[in-house]
């Protein structure tokens, strides 16, 4: 129980639907079989906790949880055929490393959810006030590093899966065993407890030399710390989040803030007391204040680490000292360590399709099924294949591009560093165009900053189609915001190492308006940048007041 609640306010809605689901069953079992039936209000809330998402088109989005973005070949092949069958065609993977369904209908929802599942996967937990898919490095270096983080990866994973039986007796025909009154029998969520969660909570693990998953952009954000390929521990960073409402100052960015250090036996036990801290002082009350940022932001990491130790019952170190963040370009051939290499592929937008020019989704199946390589999906929405034969390489090369699928030279800097999140015409929450802006946005940019000799700049561009943040743009060099229908909020001065905010330059602009009042920021970051200093960094030593003169279109 949140500290609102025990003052005696009451719960908001969504407290009260979740406690009255019978461990988010609810009335979900009826509309799911019978296709002519539709889903109740509560309901729809609850499906989310399945992955299952209204689409504003009336069809529904389904997402996948897939810890660390590591698929199988069989796997990602299960996954694609799925998105022919019952989708829209198209894979999108999102950035968490997780891959989307858009354009389900109603009536194809539980065969999909089950295929899924006879995968070994699940879309359980890929919505709702759970922990969500668990991000960690995407690089496959076959070494005692990455081997720890995916092993760790993995491990959360698994504690932190809803261990609700509503999920198979909904989508699987599981039994259902016999309920009194109340909750049913032996029902029970040993991390998440009855009401799961005051509001969705992400974790992702990192090591400064690849921030690649954004680590301080995450309600618990892990840095692992090692000497050479000993863990030493782990830095523990707590409250971040990018979501904001427009307008609402309950509602603020933050980073995450380091809090405490844990000895490597004690990760999973200090991920639990973490969560722990979310679930009984989170507020259940005004659920735009139910994020851990919220509470850090109020308490404070004194008090947040005050409680871990309680929790652990010993006391935990300071956050040990850590060599600046980075982010290694990944699109490409690379060695991994074991006489095999990888492969990272540019996908624009994270959209896996088919189109006239470049048949992307053919070419991908194509080469797995050809090769079996393992599938790694990036934070960037990029996919990496990897446990490749040098000596294909050629042959891969001349496979993908007999589909027009584009390699790491095919692609500009601007294009290579862009995430965007899907947003209009299917996310219910969006408010304007992300993905389907991208490219006139990258073009428009990219003119501008070729006029100024930057053509060549590495600088990171993030796409957003509302305030939630799910592509973190206020971490990019470059952050483009939907406000309304056709207009954006831009903003400044974050950097490619996810370390810094952006901070708003303009409001209310429309898609030709961006690149507009980039124009004047670019001429004065070549008149006046510093030996080997981003956009970024520029436009945060200039300041907001003088960027704000330059940059009114």
């Not at 991908?364 to 099924?369: F, G, K, N, Q, T």
């Not at 990029?382 to 496979?399: F, G, Q, T, V, W």
Request: hydrophobic share 40%; glycine share 12%.
């Amino acid at each position: 129980m949140g500290r609102d609640m025990a003052e005696g306010k009451a719960p908001s809605e969504g407290e009260s639907v979740k406690s009255a689901s019978r461990y988010l069953r609810g009335g979900l079992a009826g509309p799911v079989d019978d296709i002519t039936a539709d889903f109740s209000d509560d309901d729809r809330d609850l499906l989310r906790f399945h992955g299952v998402h209204p689409e504003r088109t009336g069809l529904t989005m389904v997402r996948v949880r897939i810890p660390a973005g590591r698929l199988t070949p069989g796997q990602y092949l299960a996954l694609d055929d799925l998105a022919g069958r019952y989708g829209n065609g198209s894979l999108r993977l999102t950035s968490r490393q997780a891959i989307q369904f858009h354009g389900v209908r109603k009536a194809d929802l539980k065969a999909l959810v089950s295929e899924v599942h006879h995968s070994l996967l699940t879309t359980m937990g890929a919505g709702g006030d759970v922990v969500r898919n668990i991000m960690a490095n995407p690089v496959p270096f076959k070494d005692a590093v990455h081997a720890r983080l995916l092993e760790d990866a993995r491990r959360l994973a698994k504690l932190l899966r809803p261990r609700t039986r509503a999920y198979r007796e909904v989508w699987l025909d599981g039994a259902t065993l016999p309920e009194p009154p109340g909750l049913p029998v032996g029902e029970v969520e040993p991390v998440y407890g009855a009401t799961y969660l005051p509001h969705k909570f992400k974790i992702a693990l990192a090591t400064p030399d690849d921030n690649s998953v954004d680590v301080f952009a995450q309600d618990l954000g892990i840095i692992a710390l090692f000497e050479g390929d000993l863990l030493t521990g782990y830095n523990f960073l707590l409250g971040g989040g990018l979501g904001h409402r427009h307008g609402d100052p309950a509602d603020r960015t933050r980073l995450a803030e380091p809090v405490c250090f844990i000895e490597p036996d004690d990760l999973v036990p200090a991920v639990e007391a973490v969560v722990a801290l979310h679930r009984d002082h989170g507020d259940r009350c005004d659920r735009r204040r139910g994020r851990l940022k919220a509470l850090i932001g109020e308490r404070g990491a004194a008090w947040a680490k005050a409680r871990l130790e309680e929790h652990l019952g010993h006391p935990l170190a300071p956050p040990q000292p850590m060599p600046p963040m980075q982010v290694p370009e990944l699109i490409g051939w690379y060695d991994q360590g074991d006489g095999k290499w990888f492969l990272g592929l540019p996908i624009a937008a994270g959209r896996i399709i088919d189109t006239e020019t470049h048949r992307l989704r053919t070419g991908l199946r194509v080469v797995i099924e050809k090769y079996w390589p393992t599938v790694v999906l990036t934070p960037g929405q990029d996919i990496l294949l990897a446990d490749l034969p040098p000596s294909k390489r050629p042959a891969i090369e001349a496979d993908l591009r007999r589909f027009g699928v584009r390699l790491a030279d095919d692609v500009i800097p601007l294009e290579r560093w862009m995430l965007a999140c899907p947003s209009l015409p299917t996310c219910s929450l969006a408010l304007a165009e992300a993905e389907g802006v991208a490219s006139r946005l990258i073009d428009a940019i990219a003119e501008v900053m070729a006029e100024h000799g930057l053509g060549r700049e590495r600088l990171s561009l993030r796409l957003a189609g509302c305030g939630c943040g799910c592509s973190r743009p206020l971490l990019g060099d470059i952050g483009v915001v939907g406000c309304e229908p056709g207009r954006y909020r831009l903003f400044v001065g974050g950097n490619l190492q996810g370390t810094r905010l952006g901070r708003p330059l303009c409001d209310g602009l429309t898609e030709a308006g961006i690149a507009a009042a980039l124009a004047p920021l670019f001429a004065l970051f070549a008149a006046e940048r510093r030996p080997g200093e981003s956009f970024g960094d520029f436009c945060h030593r200039a300041g907001l007041e003088r960027l704000t003169r330059q940059g009114q279109p």
